[in-house]
């Protein structure tokens, strides 16, 4: 894909901004949405709203967007309030899940719709038509029809519309969901060098944490309308404020039991030290972090309990393993290397455990 400045005299003219959300909150009747959400997206920042379904992340992109109101709170681009304006007056650009492209309309025409809604110079729509099409890698599409292009190319399209506008603010609604899964690693490679180069503040609605985690400089972790936490990929991989975002962001193990004084007591025979954890921690590990070994291994290597190998992945690089103790399925994940053994199921084995790994994480 070639790469071009919009910047400049000779660009479109896009400008990285910050964008605040302050106190925001909306409501659908009785039903809560969005529960007094607060955020600050850096100017240029890849930012990401991850959650599940019914969390409130489109809902809060819509609210940014204009397209959705709100009971209270206020929106600032650029240190601008623009919660009063509506959507073509807030300079942010919005690409729809569906693409929302005109199946009648050429390439060109697609692109160009904004800008005619905008009354701009003729000689100013075909500059900018070029500019944003040739950036997107799409210049010699441009007499095409949308059914005329792939799933990648179509997202593309929309994209190269929104950034003709040049936009203060892009946002993104969950724009690869409609495409295959080996397709939509490549286009959010592009995606993310495409916003590297502008250098524009983009906030991206997801549910796909690998989506979020690969392009996202910064995600905050939404549920039940409120923000659960804010951070880097790693910081919340590795620090989870509390136990739906370890279970959200990765597979996490949870050892059921109960406090009792300074130590925790767990349904597989394991006692572990709780130190400064609060009563209602638990104890929480990823399946990286625990070791397989054979039952009678009595190497002294910390916390460990007996288990059997109920289920049993390959994932490629790793095999992961379903182990059964007690009333726990446990994940336990190995890397592969060819021509090594691996466990079957129903093979009884120990579970090793690394103490500095352990997370107590409330509910």
């Known amino acids: 894909?070639?790469?071009?400045?919009?910047?400049?005299?000779?660009?479109?003219?896009?400008?990285?901004?910050?964008?605040?959300?302050?106190?925001?909150?909306?409501?659908?009747?009785?039903?809560?949405?969005?529960?007094?959400?607060?955020?600050?997206?850096?100017?240029?920042?890849?930012?990401?709203?991850?959650?599940?379904?019914?969390?409130?992340?489109?809902?809060?992109?819509r609210t940014i967007a204009g397209f959705a109101t709100t009971s209270r709170g206020n929106v600032l681009v650029g240190g601008q309030n623009?919660?009063?304006?509506?959507?073509?007056?807030?300079?942010?650009?919005?690409?729809?899940?569906?693409?929302?492209?005109?199946?009648?309309?050429?390439?060109?025409?697609?692109?160009?719709?904004?800008?005619?809604?905008?009354r701009l110079p003729r000689a100013e729509i075909k500059r900018r038509v070029d500019l944003a099409l040739t950036f997107v890698g799409l210049?010699?599409?441009?007499?095409?029809?949308?059914s005329q292009l792939s799933g990648g190319q179509q997202q593309r399209v929309a994209l190269a519309r929104t950034l003709a506008v040049a936009p203060k603010v892009l946002l993104l609604d969950e724009p690869l969901s409609n495409l295959d899964a080996k397709l939509r690693v490549r286009v959010r490679r592009?995606?993310?060098?495409?916003?590297?180069?502008?250098?524009?503040?983009?906030?991206?609605?997801?549910?796909?944490?690998?989506?979020?985690?690969?392009?996202?400089d910064r995600i905050a972790v939404m549920n039940e309308g409120r923000v659960q936490q804010v951070?880097?990929?790693?910081?919340?991989?590795?620090?989870?404020?509390?136990?739906?975002?370890?279970?959200?962001?990765?597979?996490?193990?949870?050892?059921?039991?109960?406090?009792?004084?300074?130590?925790?007591?767990?349904?597989?025979?394991?006692?572990?030290d709780r130190g400064t954890a609060a009563d209602r921690a638990v104890p929480v590990f990823r399946p990286q972090d625990a070791t397989l070994a054979p039952p009678d291994d009595t190497t002294e290597r910390g916390p460990?309990?007996?288990?059997?190998?109920?289920?049993?992945?390959?994932?490629?690089?790793?095999?992961?393993?379903?182990?059964?103790?007690?009333?726990?399925?446990?994940?336990?994940?190995?890397?592969?290397?060819?021509?090594?053994?691996l466990k079957e199921v129903g093979e009884a084995v120990r579970v090793n455990l690394c103490p500095d790994r352990i997370m107590w994480l409330d509910h």
């Open 1 to 61: 894909m070639e790469a071009l400045a919009f910047g400049g005299a000779s660009g479109i003219g896009l400008k990285a901004v910050d964008l605040q959300i302050e106190n925001v909150s909306a409501a659908f009747g009785d039903h809560v949405v969005l529960d007094g959400i607060n955020l600050l997206i850096q100017p240029g920042e890849f930012f990401a709203l991850l959650g599940p379904s019914g969390c409130g992340k489109t809902t809060l992109l």
């Open 190 to 216: 592009e995606l993310r060098a495409l916003q590297k180069s502008l250098g524009l503040t983009t906030i991206i609605v997801t549910h796909d944490q690998d989506e979020a985690n690969t392009i996202c």
């Open 82 to 118: 623009v919660s009063a304006l509506p959507p073509w007056r807030r300079d942010v650009g919005m690409v729809f899940q569906s693409y929302a492209l005109w199946p009648h309309m050429t390439v060109g025409r697609n692109v160009a719709f904004g800008l005619e809604e905008r």
């Open 304 to 341: 460990s309990f007996a288990g059997i190998v109920d289920e049993r992945e390959f994932l490629g690089s790793a095999v992961r393993y379903g182990v059964r103790a007690a009333s726990n399925l446990l994940w336990v994940e190995a890397p592969f290397h060819s021509g090594a053994p």
């Open 231 to 272: 951070g880097t990929p790693t910081e919340l991989y590795e620090r989870p404020a509390n136990l739906f975002v370890a279970q959200f962001l990765g597979m996490a193990n949870v050892l059921s039991g109960r406090a009792n004084g300074a130590v925790f007591e767990s349904s597989v025979g394991v006692t572990l």
């Open 139 to 146: 210049n010699k599409e441009i007499d095409r029809y949308p």
